[in-house]
């Protein structure tokens, strides 16, 4: 027997065109608890090697598809009850392949309050409503007919109550076709239009000026314009309509349902035709559809949150050098904080350089002293108040320092004020100001962009356009989704990570973080992996599903500062003895090397090593990839920072200036770039390339290192129009 799961598995293979096997695979180790991180990288063997965005997929599905069968279940049980449910009806349910499909043909006999046309046919009307849906009465006269139905007692007093009545019923019936809804509702979005409208005294401030006489096509408006029409419609600075083809949808029903031109009811079945489209189809599409355009803008949405996002966490560590951060202000001052190259609190101070004190002499040569004294490679100042004027101090004193290597960089202070007074930073640093927590964070920031940034809420690093439009709740699964998975990907320092990276491990709740924190406190470093079992809370199963996450570097096993899980360690230990080495060999990734060499040029010792060690293929390649690199970090392939050492105005800028800078956010119609000002610099997406590209991401991501050149620069409205075209990036 075929069960609902059967149909699940088959259908989700089908759309994902992937093997039965591994759907079920995927939903077996789902369901048994495992995490999809741990599946992605540990579990290749059992899924066939699907990566991460395939297993979520395959977990979407199967929880909508699920969803699903439950309210199939549902209806065929409430239809069942009112007796009406039929072969027929029953296959169309169950063949149904959406919920809206369910709901249409759910639609006659869900229980609704009281209705015009239940109260007619309560009142005998149902045949004289048959006869105007037919059309099959061509003799005689409408009036002859409809006196047969008065009933003073019933409350029909006259014919042309009867007839008001039946049209109730036809207008229900027609309203109640399945069969119906799909097409208006294609034919609605293909050819709707959105129109916004808009004036100074609904919108004083202008926000919304370019959509005060806008209208676009509503299958084709870009998400960006439907989220910012929906917010000026929500703010009440928009007046927003939804114009759909009621004309053409009309004579369509009309064709569909009057079958007899003959019939003496014609009129009545055109009325109530009419009236079934204006008072039961007309509004309900105009919701649907009002959500689904909402729902796909947000979907886009939150692809490039999430995209930027990853872009931002994944950012390569600043390394080596030690850092000032600057979180600049006026009245308040510049607040200076000094960490070492691991991020390690130093020294703190405030200066006064700008208006009103105007201390410049003296906070230059505090700057100079702190430079010198702890060997500073690199400012990272703060995006915000005072921050140009602050860029252009740096780049004086880094003009008259005697170091080469000192530069500059100016970094987002988005969500830094938010981390200076949470919980984790008043335990980092309790005795500090929130001010000075928010420069430290800055200067961490640069040093290790996704140890800090985990500690702030994904919301409030301005990872894009129109976040606060979007559901907060399902952006936050979104965005939460990514911060796993890129510290998953990395995999985090057990002696050093913080309780927020940690609770970000596979398996590893917020409780449990804690635990191990207060057992690092306790009992010192941690030496193994095998050690972590000790820590309270930490059970067998959680362990398998975050050994693997978790690095001990200079510990009592060189293996633990790999990827290689501790389940698969006997096997890299035999296959090691094979080549005659040890994890500990200092040629150890030359060995591995010649021996992925030897596998190149031989295809049966793949095989061979397959069914010595007892593993799987891709658990065998895993392996000898992590013993090849053992302390590999994706972000190390990615683009260095870039340090500024001269810093220069809006003024200075001149169309045709070639400039380097970095993408810091991509949008749909394009991307912003960070030119070393305080505005950034607009990429249209027309000027992203001189081929036609549908989204920006085709080209571009957060933070790549680009080279742009100068189209316009508005230094009124402070705004910079750059383009790609005819620019040789391959030199970055």
């Not at 008259?400 to 004020?417: F, H, K, N, T, V």
């Not at 392939?637 to 500024?644: D, M, V």
Request: charged share 25%; aromatic share 6%; net charge negative.
């Amino acid at each position: 027997m075929v069960t609902s799961t059967d149909l699940i598995v088959t259908a989700i293979a089908g759309e994902l065109s992937i093997e039965v096997t591994q759907v079920q695979n995927t939903l077996k180790l789902l369901a048994n608890g495992n995490t999809i991180p741990f599946i992605t990288r540990y579990r290749k063997d059992t899924t066939g090697g699907l990566d991460e965005v395939i297993l979520r997929k395959i977990y979407d599905r199967a929880n909508y598809l699920r969803k699903l069968s439950m309210r199939k279940r549902k209806v065929l049980n409430e239809i069942k009850e009112q007796d009406q449910l039929t072969p027929e009806l029953s296959k169309k349910i169950r063949e149904a392949i959406t919920l809206e499909e369910v709901n249409d043909l759910f639609r006659p006999f869900s229980k609704d309050e009281e209705t015009k046309a239940a109260i007619a046919r309560k009142q005998g009307l149902e045949p004289l409503a048959q006869m105007i849906f037919s059309g099959s009465m061509d003799k005689g006269t409408g009036e002859e007919i409809t006196q047969q139905f008065v009933n003073e007692d019933l409350g029909i007093a006259s014919p042309k109550q009867a007839i008001a009545g039946a049209i109730e019923i036809v207008t229900e019936m027609i309203a109640n076709k399945a069969e119906i809804w799909p097409i208006i509702r294609e034919v609605s979005y293909l050819e709707g239009i959105i129109q916004s409208q808009g004036d100074e005294r609904s919108d004083p401030e202008r926000k919304f000026q370019q959509y005060h006489n806008y209208q676009d096509s509503l299958s084709d408006i870009p998400s960006h314009r439907l989220l910012a029409i929906n917010r000026g419609d929500k703010l009440g600075a928009l007046q927003v309509k939804l114009l759909l083809p009621e004309t053409k949808i009309i004579d369509w029903l009309q064709r569909t349902f009057v079958q007899q031109y003959d019939s003496i009811f014609l009129d009545e079945l055109e009325q109530a035709i009419e009236q079934a489209f204006y008072e039961h189809i007309l509004p309900q599409i105009r919701k649907e559809l009002k959500r689904k355009t909402k729902k796909m803008a947000e979907v886009q949405a939150y692809k490039s949150f999430a995209t930027n996002l990853r872009k931002l966490l994944l950012k390569p560590p600043f390394q080596g050098l030690n850092v000032m951060g600057i979180d600049p202000g006026f009245r308040t001052g510049c607040k200076i904080a000094i960490v070492d190259k691991t991020g390690k609190f130093l020294h703190h101070e405030t200066i006064f350089p700008h208006p009103p004190v105007n201390n410049l002499f003296e906070a230059k040569e505090q700057l100079h002293k702190l430079v010198k004294k702890y060997y500073i490679g690199a400012v990272a100042i703060g995006d915000g108040t005072a921050s140009r004027q602050t860029e252009e101090l740096i780049a004086e004193i880094i003009q008259e320092s005697p170091r080469q290597d000192l530069g500059y960089i100016l970094l987002s202070e988005a969500g830094a004020s938010v981390y200076s007074v949470s919980e984790i930073a008043r335990k980092e640093f309790p005795e500090l100001d929130p001010t000075i927590r928010s420069a430290i964070h800055i200067a961490r920031r640069l040093i290790d962009p996704l140890s800090e940034l985990v500690k702030v809420e994904p919301k409030s690093l301005g990872i894009g356009l129109y976040q606060h439009d979007v559901n907060q709740e399902r952006l936050a699964e979104v965005l939460q989704v990514v911060v796993e998975s890129c510290v998953n990907q990395i995999g985090v320092n057990v002696n050093s990570a913080s309780i927020p990276l940690l609770e970000n491990v596979s398996g590893i709740d917020k409780e449990l973080a804690e635990a191990i924190v207060t057992y690092r406190e306790q009992n010192g470093k941690i030496h193994s992996r095998q050690e972590l079992l000790k820590v309270p809370g930490m059970t067998a199963e959680i362990f398998k599903q975050a050994a693997g996450f978790l690095k001990v570097f200079n510990g009592k096993n060189i293996l633990d500062q790999t990827f290689i899980h501790p389940e698969s360690y006997d096997a890299t230990l035999k296959l090691l003895s094979k080549i005659d080495t040890k994890p500990e060999d200092y040629q150890l990734s030359q060995k591995i090397s010649a021996l992925k060499a030897q596998i190149a040029l031989r295809s049966d010792l793949l095989n061979q090593l397959i069914q010595e060690l007892d593993i799987g293929l891709y658990t065998l390649k895993d392996i000898l990839k992590a013993l090849e690199r053992p302390r590999f970090d994706p972000r190390d392939e990615l683009p260095k920072t870039i340090l500024q050492k001269k810093a220069f105005s809006l003024k200075d800028l001149k169309p045709g200036m070639i400039l380097e800078g970095r993408i810091k956010n991509v949008v749909d119609f394009g991307a912003f770039v960070d030119i070393g000002l305080k505005t950034d610099g607009l990429l249209h997406i027309s000027e992203l390339s001189e081929n036609y590209i549908s989204n920006p991401y085709q080209v571009v991501t957060v933070g790549d290192p680009v080279i742009v050149k100068v189209l316009s620069i508005d230094v009124e409205r402070e705004r910079i129009s750059l383009s790609m075209k005819g620019i040789d990036q391959e030199h970055l």
